[in-house]
């Protein structure tokens, strides 16, 4: 069975090259020839107007004034094609993406807009976000270098110049993903922690696929996106009790791996377990719920509890 994917890109590659040869596109593909021009043929059925030349300077071409419409794409590749434009045309909020989203959404007549993205938050935080945003995607569309004042957290405050690859949405928050050249190695910024961010408008010359070429000057250079992903964090699984009608907030953030609820409790309390990122934020995160919480497990994190609450007592009383 043919892959639709496949002759989907098929159609792109020749509307953008305008003409490719049976060989190039079966080394693109991983296929033969001869499966190349079965792709052809079942195209052609389809309607597309694709031919073939030989001799020199020949090759397979499509038509001229062709443009890709309904006849590749069935109806629920366009309204999902369509939601996906629609999502994006709502992040990048230029022109350029309105108009794309508003031509794909003409291809179906079926509702397309089941998918919304919403830029904004419930603080005024939103705002200043979006524009960190648009700042950082036009440097990553012109290849341009970034700098800023960044707030990690580890609680170090310093300048940053960054060559941006991509924006990543991640656990509930944006991210700016790119070269660090202080630090030497990939790193994910978080853009509520962005401040006075221009574009340099330097060129950018370090990349994404060249990170083999930094592989002597950092110490972990394994920046495979998906690995980095992975590597992000180190995991603490935590035991806490606490108020039902507070679980809410834990879930907000994370997912409850165990609940062990006690319907005779006349307290209401609920036990709880989770993984949480093992960050020096996690003791105040846990202290923000006041005596409403209390840590099951582990003892370690209990101990960074009552260390922090002995520091907070002798500051207030002494």
Request: hydrophobic share 40%.
């Amino acid at each position: 069975m043919i892959n639709t994917e496949n002759l989907f890109e098929l159609v792109y590659i020749l509307i953008d090259k305008k003409k490719a040869t049976a060989r190039d596109l079966s080394e693109h593909f991983g296929v033969s020839t001869r499966t190349i021009y079965r792709w052809i043929d079942s195209l052609c059925l389809a309607g597309i107007p694709i031919f073939s030349t030989k001799g020199f300077g020949g090759g397979i071409e499509i038509d001229g004034n062709y443009s890709l419409d309904k006849t590749v794409l069935t109806e629920d590749e366009k309204v999902s094609l369509a939601a996906a434009a629609n999502a994006v045309s709502a992040l990048s909020g230029d022109d350029a993406s309105r108009a794309a989203a508003g031509k794909i959404r003409s291809l179906t007549k079926e509702k397309t807009d089941w998918l919304e993205v919403d830029f904004g938050s419930w603080n005024p935080l939103g705002a200043y976000i979006r524009t960190v945003f648009d700042v950082a995607k036009g440097a990553i569309l012109k290849k341009q270098a970034l700098c800023f004042d960044y707030y990690s957290s580890h609680g170090e405050v310093g300048r940053r110049f960054v060559q941006p690859w991509k924006i990543v949405f991640r656990g509930q928050a944006w991210y700016l993903y790119g070269w660090c050249n202080q630090k030497e190695e990939a790193r994910y910024f978080k853009l509520s922690r962005i401040q006075n961010i221009r574009n340099t408008r330097r060129a950018a010359d370090i990349f994404e696929d060249s990170l083999e070429a930094k592989k002597s000057k950092s110490k972990d250079v394994e920046r495979e996106y998906s690995e980095r992903l992975k590597k992000e964090y180190r995991l603490v699984t935590l035991t806490v009790r606490i108020p039902k009608k507070e679980l809410w907030r834990i879930m907000d953030d994370y997912k409850i791996e165990e609940n062990q609820s006690s319907a005779e409790a006349p307290d209401g309390l609920t036990t709880v377990t989770f993984k949480i990122p093992d960050e020096v934020w996690l003791v105040t995160y846990l202290l923000s719920f006041g005596s409403s919480l209390e840590v099951v497990a582990p003892k370690s994190v209990k101990l960074a509890l009552e260390e922090e609450i002995k520091r907070m007592y002798q500051k207030v009383f002494q």
